[in-house]
């Protein structure tokens, strides 16, 4: 069973376009969002997160749009740059911390 | 990278050797996990650990056992390694945040490749 739906699962965008991936979930009973950034040969590093009470969070170019009663979150990167190119992991969690991720997006950026 | 190693780094086996990770710490952190990484499925926790001697399991905790004797090791075991546990493993901790807009970040090691032939 998938908690946690993530898609696309691949993403290819020019330099300065908007890259946009979306996830969705089922428990009602999570309350923390964080999106996660991996490259490659590397763990993957936290970029932004959210909590429900807020429906969105910007932080420099990346912005997390959160939809409570859709049960549907994304993440958007404004004037996306090569050095973007990375796979992209949604997370959710209750407050026990364990974190459920989606499958993953492969964004490639180019020039 | 909060101070998160785990060792070895690549690790090739046989088909039903025992097998043991570790995930070492250095900022005293109290919760501590391990999640294995496969295409198309992100990642998946196996184990955590909420405190020394205290641990629970994850979703795909079969054929695994862990075990956290101090706070800065969490050692993540294979008892009897299958091809199914060819994977990419991670470590990682918890940090609290502080205030009413806080978020319980989580940290990941640089990960350990295992292939069980």
């Known amino acids: 069973q998938q908690q946690v739906k993530q898609s696309p699962q691949s993403l290819i965008v020019q330099k300065g376009g908007i890259s946009i991936i979306n996830c969705a979930y089922e428990n009602t009973a999570f309350d923390y969002f964080p999106w996660y950034q991996q490259f490659p040969g590397k763990g993957p590093a936290l970029l932004i997160a959210i909590r429900p009470d807020v429906s969105e969070k910007k932080e420099g170019r990346f912005t997390i749009s959160f939809n409570k009663s859709a049960k549907q979150f994304s993440l958007h990167i404004m004037d996306s740059q090569p050095g973007d190119s990375a796979t992209y992991f949604c997370?959710?969690?209750?407050?026990?911390?364990?974190?459920?991720f989606g499958q993953g997006t492969t964004l490639q950026v180019k020039p | 990278d909060a101070g998160i190693t785990q060792s070895p780094r690549h690790k090739v086996t046989e088909t039903g050797t025992p097998v043991t990770l570790r995930c070492h710490q250095t900022?005293?952190?109290?919760?501590m996990y391990w999640y294995r990484q496969d295409p198309g499925h992100g990642l998946r926790l196996i184990h955590y650990s909420y405190g020394v001697k205290d641990t629970d399991k994850g979703e795909v905790s079969d054929g695994y056992s862990v075990s956290r004797s101090k706070t800065e090791d969490f050692l993540l075991t294979l008892e009897s390694a299958t091809s199914s546990q060819t994977s990419v493993y991670f470590c990682?901790?918890?940090?609290?945040?502080?205030?009413?807009?806080?978020?319980?970040?989580?940290?990941f090691g640089p990960g350990t490749r295992l292939t069980v032939l």
């Open positions: 900022e005293n952190h109290r919760y």
């Open positions: 997370a959710a969690s209750e407050d026990t911390g364990k974190l459920i």
């Open positions: 990682a901790i918890r940090q609290g945040g502080k205030g009413p807009f806080s978020t319980d970040t989580q940290y």
